[in-house]
């Protein structure tokens, strides 16, 4: 499994970004994928989760100015991020395969290689 993410980079507070993730190896519309963030210090926490059948869910720091979504044909899974603060900073990881209990997104052990978000005040 190779997920390769793209799309971070340098943007002023009030901006925003488009990440990306193309997996490979995987039957990309048979898995639950979620994007996932770790500022310096940190632990690596879950921004938002969207699930085969289209559910999806977000963290409440993200939540109305963040968009997750994926295109199954492409293999491709997007963040669409809007509003960034400089709290948004951090390296963005894209996690593919994950388990859901009808609560909660569990990682799997496929991660893209993050893409790194600065947010400038």
Not at 25 to 53: C, D, K
Request: charged share 15%; glycine share 14%.
């Amino acid at each position: 499994v190779q997920l390769q993410a793209s799309g971070g980079g340098l943007v002023q507070a009030g901006g925003s970004l488009t990440l990306s993730c193309t997996a490979s190896g995987i039957i990309f519309s048979r898995n639950h994928m979620g994007w996932y963030r770790q500022a310096p210090g940190n632990q690596r926490e879950l921004v938002a989760y969207i699930r085969t059948g289209g559910g999806l869910r977000y963290s409440d720091s993200v939540k109305g100015r963040f968009t997750i979504s994926r295109d199954n044909a492409k293999k491709t899974l997007y963040l669409q991020m809007n509003s960034l603060k400089p709290e948004d900073t951090a390296v963005y990881y894209c996690n593919a395969g994950g388990s859901f209990d009808g609560v909660s997104y569990y990682p799997s052990d496929y991660w893209g290689q993050g893409t790194l978000v600065t947010v400038s005040s």
